[in-house]
């Protein structure tokens, strides 16, 4: 079936340093969704990506999809102490399937 | 506009018993999705309803079921429940079904927190 893996599992760096996640899918997705969940919170959609190669810029996030529509990154640069949180990736095929997830940590 | 609302926050059973619970979509929205989360396994995908349908499910045991009613508001529900059952329950409202080439954002509720014991 339908597997969307995350990678790292968890990320700790300073604050100002920059920050990346990946996203992999085992099957081409039609489109690809980033969330946020702050601790203690529930997870808050970012941004949809739905064209391969497509990048798109949310401030210092940016967020790719792969040519084959089957990979995703997020890049967060210079890192602020409120990203802290945990990033899921979600691929949609005929269901939205999500990743593990990213838990960012940010040391001032 | 109000957003999802799950019922109850938090819920404490014992196991082999048996659980309901709630979610009220966004106005408007017609799909429903429930999701588990637990430390180390992300979000999975329990299953999904759009306009009283389930459309997708996932790789849950059969005590896990639920249903949508005419309104749009879904109900899950665990029979016989197990100490591995314990997790955050997520429910999350769209527009419209979340799979296919147009994707809709899904909108999550405050989940609710079993725990089994």
């Known amino acids: 079936g339908q597997q969307v893996m995350q990678i790292p599992q968890y990320q700790h760096v300073q604050e100002g340093e920059d920050f990346t996640t990946y996203c992999n899918s085992s099957?081409?997705?039609?489109?690809i969704q980033w969330y946020k969940q702050r601790p203690g919170g529930h997870p808050v959609f970012l941004i949809q990506l739905v064209k391969s190669g497509e990048v798109k810029k949310q401030k210092r996030l940016t967020f790719q999809f792969g040519e084959a529509k089957k990979n995703s990154s997020l890049h967060i640069t210079a890192t602020q102490t409120t990203d802290v949180g945990t990033y899921f990736c979600?691929?949609?095929?005929?269901?939205?399937?999500f990743g593990t997830g990213t838990l960012l940590a940010v040391q001032p | 506009k109000a957003g999802v609302t799950q019922t109850p926050r938090y819920l404490i059973k014992t196991r082999g018993q048996q659980v309901t619970l709630s979610c009220s979509p966004i106005s408007g929205h017609r799909s429903v999705s429930w999701y588990q989360q637990t430390p180390g396994q992300g979000l999975q995908f329990l299953f999904e309803y759009f306009s009283e349908t389930q459309r997708n499910k996932g790789n849950f045991p059969g005590r896990f079921s639920g249903r949508q009613f005419s309104n749009s508001r879904s109900e899950m529900n665990v029979s016989t429940l197990e100490l591995g059952d314990s997790a955050l329950y997520l429910c999350a409202s769209s527009l419209s079904w979340t799979g296919g080439a147009l994707g809709f954002e899904a909108f999550f509720g405050q989940g609710t927190r079993l725990t089994v014991v």
């Open positions: 979600g691929g949609a095929t005929n269901k939205l399937i």
């Open positions: 099957t081409t997705l039609s489109n």
